[in-house]
């Protein structure tokens, strides 16, 4: 008796500390340069920290499209392979063999493939340009720790190239 | 300003340069574009029906056509977001495999066997 107690007490506050970690995470201000391990996370809540200036919410909308269709896909390709058990329970009864599925379920196949392709084509994420000199790579702020930032590194010896934008 | 890479190819001559953290992030996003497009490969050859070697033949051709759609997303460009052509090819090839074989195996049980 003391043990069942004892030990949903103790689940109990494993619980609360996590539901009380899981709000303080949400609430935290997302990091400048976050590699966020839950991107289904930032689509609901629609934060798309990039550092670029064009494109804010068409990076998020997108992500979301390519997310419904995704599971499109996936639904239709469920679907397909339910019409295939059919399919083979309709073969056991007249007993032949299976030599691949009916012509609709290969069309189905086909569309869910395309879907699915489609949506992992534009679901993970846009490609950044890697260019430190093009227009959607440039620092539009500080960082936060600039109590670190040091100046006197071997960019110094780069030739200065800075054509001053505002 | 991020955490950008310096390749000193000839001191003499402009220093070529990119910014890592966005490089990885791309790398980031051809990675789960082909593990979630093997799962839909495996899942796809268990409905069909692919025994042996048929199979591994329809990844390889579902990672070729993942190649050819990734190159057209990158707009077919790769100096603006890789540094050579053999990651946007080549990357993920084999890491997708065992994915396929799991869910391959697995949707073949359901469908013809269970």
Partial sequence: ?166 | MGSSEKRSKDVMSDIPTFSGENLQKNLKVIQNSRTFLSIIAGVLAGIIGFNGLTGFVFYFVVMLITSVGLMAKAGFSADLYFDSWNRVLFDGFLGGLMSFVLFWTFAYDLVHIF
């Avoid at chain 1, 909308?61 to 996936?74: P, S």
């Avoid at chain 1, 009916?102 to 395309?114: D, R, S």
């Fill in chain 1, 1 to 166: 008796m003391n043990y069942v107690s004892f030990s949903l007490l103790y689940i109990r506050r494993c619980a609360v500390c996590y539901y009380e970690l899981f709000n303080v995470i949400n609430y935290l201000p997302v990091p400048n340069s976050s590699r966020s391990s839950s991107i289904i996370l930032r689509t609901l809540n629609l934060v798309g920290e990039t550092k670029t200036r064009s494109g804010f919410i068409s990076y998020t909308q997108d992500m979301n499209l390519g997310f419904v269709i995704g599971v499109l896909g996936v639904l239709i390709l469920s679907h397909a392979a339910y019409s295939t058990i059919q399919y083979r329970g309709l073969l056991k009864i007249t007993e032949e063999e299976f030599s691949g599925p009916p012509l609709n379920v290969v069309l189905e196949l086909i569309v869910g493939l395309a879907l699915c392709m489609w949506a992992a084509l534009t679901f993970p994420g846009k490609f950044l340009s890697i260019h430190p000199d093009s227009d959607e790579n440039r620092a539009v702020s500080l960082p936060d720790n600039t109590d670190f930032m040091i100046f006197n590194h071997r960019g110094r010896l780069f030739p200065p190239e800075i054509t001053m934008k505002f």
